[in-house]
């Protein structure tokens, strides 16, 4: 709702927490310093305060000057773009909200507007419920629609080959009121594009097969003894030990991007693996309904790449970690051997603890105990498909939505 807006704006997005009288000249100087900057946004809209900061941006509240005649006040979110933001990254994003957005729950856009390094998207705007204060209250049906709205906006970007790369609860908005439901921030949109295969054991022009194989018999021995030789040279001696050799420090450094909000990285991402897929986005929508299911949030809460690999794996076990690092050409040590965890039980647990808690911040708010809304079997059969570690057998957004938890909507 509007006036959790303003509160979250003001519990979060002001320095040192100032509210009231306080907090307004610095309110104003924001805004003044926008319009300053993109002058045709002070003659189309009534700016009224800032409803989302992020890394690269911040989003207002706007209404149209020409509906304070007619009473209607038609609401628009300008999400403000820093200067130093790629124009590479500007332009991929504007293309993702005129191509895909507008339609199946995925926002769009109504214009843009630029002034030197200043740039501006105006978009529609709903009024939106918290993650917060429905992810622990949330029952059976309303998570169905919740998930299906969810994975139809995944579905739609990904069939333009579009990877989102930063899926979690403050980038898909829910109006609860109304059920409507919008899918936001394509910053860190990226291009998907299918891996090349190299097609081993290619057979040769039969013109030309005679005379490459006699040349293959002649330096068969030649070429054995110097892969030999250069295998041993380049074989690596300071695996597991408090020392780098000379060797590894030549070798050139992994590239892989990284994108994405901590506790919702897919282990294909956080393995820094080269070639991500929209797999990528299914595994953060699994993690948006475990925390719907266990009433936890945030679920993972890891502060680096080394423990978030933990955590997954005391969830799932060491057994299918590191075979999934293995598929993904990395080994993967553990101290221990971990069997996993049992999904079912552990988001039973985790519900019932919400009661035993009463100055817990997000207790339960429904008449009913924790335990009396059990969630079918298929949900789980749903969450872990979601979450399969191997993402060339991670269900797909399109799979998802004929699973039996969702069909019949």
Same mark, same amino acid.
């Given at each position: 709702?509007?006036?959790?807006?303003?509160?979250?704006?003001?519990?979060?997005?002001?320095?040192?927490?100032?509210?009231?009288?306080?907090?307004?000249?610095?309110?104003?100087?924001?805004?003044?310093?926008?319009?300053?900057?993109?002058?045709?946004?002070? +003659?189309?809209?009534?700016?009224?305060?800032?409803?989302?900061?992020?890394?690269?941006?911040?989003?207002?509240?706007?209404?149209?000057?020409?509906?304070?005649?007619?009473?209607?006040?038609?609401?628009?979110?300008?999400?403000?773009?820093?200067?130093?933001?790629?124009?590479?990254?500007?332009?991929?994003? =504007?293309?993702?909200?005129?191509?895909?957005?507008?339609?199946?729950?995925?926002?769009?856009?109504?214009?843009?507007?630029?002034?030197?390094?200043?740039?501006?998207?105006?978009?529609?705007?709903?009024?939106?419920?918290?993650?917060?204060?429905?992810?622990?209250?949330?029952?059976?049906?309303?998570?169905?629609?919740?998930?299906?709205?969810?994975?139809?906006?995944?579905?739609?970007?990904?069939?333009?080959?579009?990877?989102?790369?930063?899926?979690?609860?403050?980038?898909?908005?829910?109006?609860?009121?109304?059920?409507?439901?919008?899918?936001?921030?394509?910053?860190?949109?990226?291009?998907?594009?299918?891996?090349?295969?190299?097609?081993?054991?290619?057979?040769?022009?039969?013109?030309?097969?005679?005379?490459?194989?006699?040349?293959?018999?002649?330096?068969?021995? +030649?070429?054995? +003894?110097?892969?030999?030789?250069?295998?041993? +040279?380049?074989?690596?001696? /300071?695996?597991?030990?408090?020392?780098?050799?000379?060797?590894?420090?030549?070798?050139?450094?992994?590239?892989?991007?990284?994108?994405?909000?901590?506790?919702?990285?897919?282990?294909?991402?956080?393995?820094?693996?080269?070639?991500?897929?929209?797999?990528?986005?299914?595994?953060?929508?699994?993690?948006?309904?475990?925390?719907?299911?266990?009433?936890?949030?945030?679920?993972?809460?890891?502060?680096?790449?080394?423990?978030?690999?933990?955590?997954?794996?005391?969830?799932?076990?060491?057994?299918?970690?590191?075979?999934?690092?293995?598929?993904?050409?990395?080994?993967?040590? /553990?101290?221990?051997?971990?069997?996993?965890?049992?999904?079912?039980?552990?988001?039973?647990?985790?519900?019932?603890?919400?009661?035993?808690?009463?100055?817990?911040?997000?207790?339960?708010?429904?008449?009913?105990?924790?335990?009396?809304?059990?969630?079918?079997?298929?949900?789980?059969?749903?969450?872990?498909?979601?979450?399969?570690?191997?993402?060339?057998?991670?269900?797909?957004?399109?799979?998802?939505?004929?699973?039996?938890?969702?069909?019949? =909507?």
């Amino acid at each position: 709702m509007e006036t959790d807006v303003v509160s979250n704006y003001w519990n979060v997005y002001h320095p040192g927490g100032v509210r009231g009288p306080e907090a307004e000249p610095y309110l104003e100087q924001k805004i003044a310093a926008l319009i300053q900057e993109l002058p045709v946004l002070g +003659e189309l809209f009534d700016i009224h305060w800032k409803i989302g900061e992020g890394t690269f941006s911040s989003v207002y509240l706007a209404t149209l000057k020409e509906s304070r005649s007619s009473g209607e006040s038609k609401k628009f979110a300008v999400k403000h773009l820093i200067p130093t933001y790629p124009p590479a990254r500007v332009e991929r994003e =504007l293309q993702c909200l005129r191509n895909i957005g507008g339609a199946d729950n995925v926002v769009g856009i109504e214009f843009c507007v630029r002034s030197g390094a200043s740039v501006a998207f105006v978009m529609p705007y709903i009024r939106h419920t918290k993650f917060s204060d429905y992810f622990c209250n949330m029952g059976t049906v309303e998570l169905k629609h919740y998930m299906k709205a969810l994975l139809t906006a995944l579905r739609k970007v990904h069939m333009f080959n579009i990877l989102h790369r930063d899926v979690k609860p403050s980038n898909f908005l829910y109006d609860r009121r109304n059920r409507r439901y919008l899918l936001v921030d394509f910053g860190l949109a990226q291009e998907y594009k299918e891996e090349k295969k190299v097609e081993m054991n290619k057979p040769q022009p039969m013109d030309n097969y005679c005379v490459k194989r006699k040349r293959t018999d002649e330096n068969k021995r +030649e070429l054995l +003894e110097e892969t030999q030789k250069s295998e041993t +040279e380049s074989r690596c001696y /300071c695996f597991g030990k408090p020392r780098v050799c000379s060797l590894c420090l030549t070798r050139p450094s992994q590239i892989a991007s990284r994108a994405g909000t901590p506790g919702y990285r897919a282990p294909e991402v956080l393995f820094k693996c080269p070639h991500q897929t929209p797999a990528i986005d299914i595994w953060a929508a699994g993690v948006i309904m475990l925390c719907i299911l266990s009433a936890s949030q945030p679920f993972f809460r890891s502060p680096d790449d080394c423990t978030a690999l933990a955590e997954i794996t005391a969830l799932f076990g060491t057994d299918k970690m590191i075979a999934c690092a293995r598929k993904l050409g990395k080994k993967l040590l /553990c101290s221990e051997q971990v069997p996993g965890a049992d999904i079912v039980s552990l988001c039973q647990k985790l519900r019932a603890r919400v009661d035993r808690f009463p100055n817990r911040k997000y207790r339960i708010n429904s008449p009913k105990t924790v335990l009396e809304e059990n969630y079918p079997p298929e949900a789980f059969d749903l969450l872990l498909k979601l979450l399969e570690v191997d993402y060339k057998t991670r269900i797909t957004a399109d799979d998802a939505l004929q699973h039996p938890f969702l069909r019949g =909507l």
